[in-house]
């Protein structure tokens, strides 16, 4: 594996349901996001985590957790979501204390029923 | 509050021909980078270019450029001889010298004509 990798590509679930989003950096980078892609709207960025920060979006609702368990995963738990939380959710990491350009996975195109 | 505001919701271009995209940003910081990321449909996005503030000389990638114009707050994107691989949305994005925060504008969405 190379680059940025996500899994499930794509998700269906119920608005009852849990399920988690994973990502995974393969470049050595030492920070990790996730962002929310809708429609005609700019990239939300949901949440950051590097060596010097852990930043959340306060605008993010709780039914969204995430988890960093080291510097290449990251992942995304979902609880009881509602319908307008379908979107594109993509994964990004980067080098700190550089450029800092992100590279970006593929993203889960999530739909909630 | 920093916002990246792209003008342009949908462009076209010939394929060979030339074209610019257009991005204004706002922020009181002097020292910061800018970005254009391509996404084409159902595909990653991927950076096309970046530009340090702090450099006067305009980047280029192939053919890709940039004109950056700092006092205007100014970042837009030239392609120049479009390939149909072109054809994508096109992003531009901020982020300051410190912290690892990006915005990113609503996007371009270019389409190549044969």
């Known amino acids: 594996e190379t680059g940025v990798t996500q899994t499930p590509r794509h998700l269906v679930m119920g608005m009852t349901n849990k399920k988690s989003l994973k990502c995974e950096q393969h470049?050595?980078?030492?920070?990790m996001y996730w962002y929310k892609q809708s429609a005609k709207k700019p990239l939300e960025l949901m949440f950051v985590?590097?060596?010097?920060?852990?930043?959340e979006n306060n605008s993010v609702p709780s039914r969204f957790s995430p988890e960093c368990p080291n510097s290449s995963h990251l992942f995304l738990h979902l609880h009881t979501l509602q319908p307008e939380d379908s979107a594109l959710y993509l994964c990004?990491?980067?080098?700190?204390?550089?450029?800092?350009?992100?590279?970006f996975g593929p993203g889960t195109r999530l739909t909630v029923t | 509050a920093q916002t990246v505001t792209q003008s342009q919701p949908e462009m076209s271009v010939q394929e060979a021909e030339t074209v610019t995209l257009s991005c204004t940003y706002d922020?009181?910081?002097?020292?910061?980078?800018l970005f254009w990321y391509k996404q084409p449909p159902s595909r990653q996005m991927i950076l096309v270019i970046r530009?340090?503030?702090?450099?006067?000389q305009n980047a280029t990638e192939n053919r890709f450029s940039v004109n950056f114009q700092k006092a205007a707050k100014s970042f837009s994107l030239k392609i120049s001889d479009s390939q149909l691989g072109d054809a994508a949305m096109y992003f531009c994005?901020?982020?300051?010298?410190?912290?690892?925060?990006?915005?990113f504008g609503t996007g371009t969405s270019l389409t190549v004509i044969p």
């Open positions: 994005a901020y982020r300051k010298n410190t912290g690892n925060q990006f915005y």
């Open positions: 922020t009181s910081e002097s020292d910061y980078y």
């Open positions: 470049l050595g980078h030492n920070a």
């Open positions: 985590y590097s060596l010097e920060e852990r930043v």
């Open positions: 990004a990491s980067s080098q700190v204390r550089t450029t800092g350009e992100q590279y």
């Open positions: 530009q340090e503030a702090y450099k006067q």
